[in-house]
């Protein structure tokens, strides 16, 4: 079997998939994992299982190492309609900056898909202290351009508004466009799991896509407690570098990934993925994560006794706005560095490492 990242990563992109409804986004991340695992499953939170065993016979040697990458995605949700108009207020849903918003094709999920943009009034009819600068969420609007009578037929509270700005392909084989943060993480366990076909890892494998990161990371704390593995890793995107954005928080696009150091990181983990990144001659630099990581790995490791766990980062653009952008290269490094870890994992890996700070 062959799986093309930049088909693959585009077809998720243009599905929906907001943080505590990711059913779309599920049903098309089943059908690449089918044949790449052995058994699959949702959780009762909704996250995705994929379990492949490792080929050791007997089950004792078999301990399990998780890759987690959230699938959820950010975007809005109805809040209102305004008696006049029928335009749609709209509350974010993850980190939405507002200052994106205006002029964006957006997709109303009600009774049926209904296109829309996100608009804002003209300056002059916003209050005078915010002439001339962004407008907050409130003042924000929804034009499905249908009639009032009919948009209240239709739309009601509560209901999704997802970004509809379609994937690009830009030069350097970049890709940009919505929701890359972070199906740009589940292509990379994706593709590990193919490269793992060729494989024969003694651990098992239990790849998870994750749900509610951008809200409760309720997928980070409850799938590894189901499972229960040895060892987790929390694959994510982290700032890439570019106008405006270059201090020790940012790393270049395309020149390699970061690999996590911190509290919510196993010293140990940490070192060895070091150290057979170098092997690899696959680029990183180090992310220094002097608190809460912002990632799964944040739930993971406090799961039940603690699960050592391990942050692997590609760096992205313009995160969390409709066109996030990231080079495939990273993502093909990422599932590579992920494939030959789990395949070099000794039986007793997880009784060699400790806590050394």
């Not at 996100?118 to 351009?145: C, F, I, S």
Request: proline share 8%.
């Amino acid at each position: 079997m062959s799986i093309e990242l930049t088909p693959f990563l585009k077809d998720l992109l243009s599905l929906p998939g907001l943080s505590g409804y990711e059913g779309p986004a599920r049903q098309r991340i089943t059908e690449a994992w089918q044949p790449l695992v052995d058994r699959l499953s949702t959780s009762r939170m909704g996250s995705l299982h994929g379990y492949r065993r490792g080929s050791s016979t007997v089950q004792q040697q078999r301990p399990a190492i998780l890759l987690a990458a959230h699938m959820d995605a950010i975007g809005l949700m109805v809040t209102g309609i305004t008696i006049e108009g029928g335009y749609l207020r709209i509350s974010p849903i993850g980190g939405v900056d507002p200052r994106i918003l205006p002029g964006q094709p957006v997709t109303v999920h009600a009774h049926r898909s209904l296109p829309g943009i996100v608009v804002l009034p003209a300056d002059r009819l916003l209050p005078a202290d915010l002439e001339g600068k962004p407008a907050p969420l409130n003042y924000l609007l929804v034009d499905t351009g249908l009639p009032a009578a009919e948009v209240a037929e239709l739309i009601h509270p509560g209901d999704l508004v997802s970004f509809a700005q379609p994937p690009l392909e830009l030069a350097g084989d970049v890709l940009a466009g919505h929701s890359l943060d972070n199906r740009a993480s589940v292509a990379a366990i994706t593709l590990c799991l193919l490269e793992l076909q060729r494989m024969s890892p003694v651990w098992d494998v239990w790849a998870v896509a994750t749900v509610q990161e951008e809200e409760t990371f309720g997928g980070a704390y409850t799938s590894p407690f189901e499972i229960r593995p040895a060892l987790a890793v929390a694959i994510d995107v982290t700032h890439a570098s570019g106008a405006g954005v270059s201090d020790y928080r940012s790393f270049p696009l395309g020149k390699g990934l970061a690999l996590g150091l911190g509290p919510n990181v196993h010293p140990s983990l940490q070192k060895s993925f070091m150290e057979l990144a170098k092997k690899l001659e696959i680029p990183y630099k180090t992310e220094a994560f002097p608190r809460h990581s912002g990632t799964d790995a944040f739930a993971m490791q406090v799961v039940a006794e603690g699960i050592p766990t391990m942050v692997v980062s590609i760096p992205l653009r313009y995160m969390h706005t409709p066109v996030e952008a990231v080079a495939l290269k990273d993502i093909e490094r990422a599932a590579h560095l992920l494939a030959e870890f789990i395949a070099r994992l000794e039986p007793d890996y997880i009784q060699n490492i400790h806590w050394d700070d």
